[in-house]
């Protein structure tokens, strides 16, 4: 092994792999190459060699172009680029917007049937706006790693070589003016560069003290730190709120139950709830950051019954069950829990203690399908079963989407 390191090869793509890659097979062997589409032929400069059950490469030419290829959306990704030299973060920008999105529901489809069972379909939807301007401007949130000349600029592909770029083409205008790309950042990590609903775009060095800052959705106002976690694209905190709403079953919903958004944040999903079935509505939102969770018991003071609680959702959900008395564990069953997970997912832990609680329905926000794939079918293992899905085109040019899921027993 290792013999093949760096040599160009011929490779026929036959189709799309978790993670904004195509496959394409060489004398049998699975091949990994980046910047290709199901249905070219490329030559590839293989990059990875070692494992035997598959090797990795980067498109250099391509050979047989794709009817869905077009020209790369951002010059400082573009395949014209020696492969080390190409900028992350846009890994779907040479395809098509359309076509981007069916290989998007390829990938979730195949996750479901192949985890759990599970033939579903599903249309990835856009975000209204983003369709006009070709799935660009959409980022309010990016970050610059810094390199040891205290240059800023994205990492290339899978790499932590930082490339140095005049455009961001993903980033909203307000973003991309506010980079500071020609600025020097000597001896810090990072820059970030974020533009919230109000007070215009600002920058983050370094370990710099936090300040709040407003997002708007809707009529509603959130605050939250610069730094916290909120969704990068400008439509999609709406677009989570609403999908959330349409998929939670009001025939199900008890706004007097124990309901539960886990993963909460800053209080976004839990008021999309409140926002949905009303005042009377009772929720805990459970989050680890503590900064978050006094964001989110501001952002939620208007519903009475809406609490804010800081902790780790494995270790929270497990004394919750554990220690339930009749009554709390008859609200439990009653409830509607909505969870918004990291990208790894809930996990056997929290998805068994959910199932243990055997709480009416479960609205389940997803970044990414496998994690949300192997999850469900913990759920079916628990009694429970799909019955409801949406997906999302919120990271345009990337291999990301938003998926929602109801879950019932």
Known sequence: MGEMLGKDVELDVTGIAHGGISVARLDGRVVFVTDAIPGERVRARITEDRKKSFWRADTVEVLDASPHRQEHVWGAASVDRDPSQRAGGAEFGHIALAHQRELKRQVLIDALSRMAGIDFDVVVEGVPGDDEVGGTRWRTRVRLHVDESGRPGPYAQRSHTVIAVDDLPLATAAVEEAAPLEQRFVGEEHV???????????????????????????EREFRLDDGGFWQVHHGAAQTLTAAVQDLIDPALMDPRAMNLDLYGGVGLLAAAVGDRF???LRITSVESDSRATDHAAENLQEWIGASAVTGRVERWIRELTSTANQGDRERLRQATVVLDPPRSGAGKDVVGRITSASPAQVVYVACDPVALARDIALFQEGGY???GIRAFDLFPHTHHLETVVRLTR
């Open 192 to 218: 970030d560069v974020l533009s919230p609903s109000e007070g215009g775009a600002r920058l983050i060095i370094g370990k710099q003290a936090r300040t709040t800052v407003v997002e708007r959705v809707g």
């Open 385 to 387: 079963h799909l019955d």
């Open 278 to 280: 009303g005042q009377a």
